[in-house]
């Protein structure tokens, strides 16, 4: 009886002892999330901030061939508050296209922290390319018409 009542502790220890690890293995991938989600995309893009005008934007940043290439392609939205930044190595008249897309968007072309190129209200259909008329050294795409809900314009500053 003794060595019954003996196991039976044992293994509530063990039992117990099972249960917090679960629980501080579960409380760690929570915290890593919460702390990493404001730093990387669920794609694995790194998020900064970007200020338009008076609107804050968490842009997921690009700046590799493929992450470039793909941009937003087969997403099927993009939050309110959400946006993409190409970071280009150099500046240029770098061109864009619409291939598998599926939102329409606002196209800002950006040199120097300053807007110097707007294309807005993309359609996903699109099948052309879109070249700014300057170069740039970065590009910002935005969910369409909310360039000029925010009352944008060529020349403004951008917060990167």
Not at 11 to 39: E, W
Not at 90 to 118: C, L, P
Not at 119 to 126: H, R
């Amino acid at each position: 009886m003794m060595t019954e009542t003996f196991k039976f502790k044992e293994n509530m220890i063990g039992s117990k002892k099972t249960t917090i690890a679960a629980v501080c293995v579960a409380i760690t991938v929570f915290a890593l999330g919460y702390f990493l989600s404001d730093k990387y995309s669920i794609q694995g893009n790194r998020i900064v901030k970007v200020k338009l005008g008076d609107t804050f934007f968490k842009a997921e940043a690009v700046s590799s061939g493929d992450k470039l290439a793909k941009g937003l392609g087969g997403r099927k939205e993009l939050c309110e508050s959400c946006a993409m930044l190409f970071e280009f190595q150099n500046s240029g008249k770098h061109a864009f296209w619409m291939k598998g897309m599926e939102i329409a968007i606002d196209i800002i072309w950006i040199s120097g922290r300053r807007i110097v190129h707007v294309e807005k209200n993309i359609q996903s259909d699109f099948s052309g390319t879109l070249t700014p008329v300057s170069d740039a050294d970065a590009v910002l795409e935005i969910n369409a018409g909310k360039f000029n809900e925010m009352g944008l314009e060529v020349g403004d500053m951008v917060e990167l």
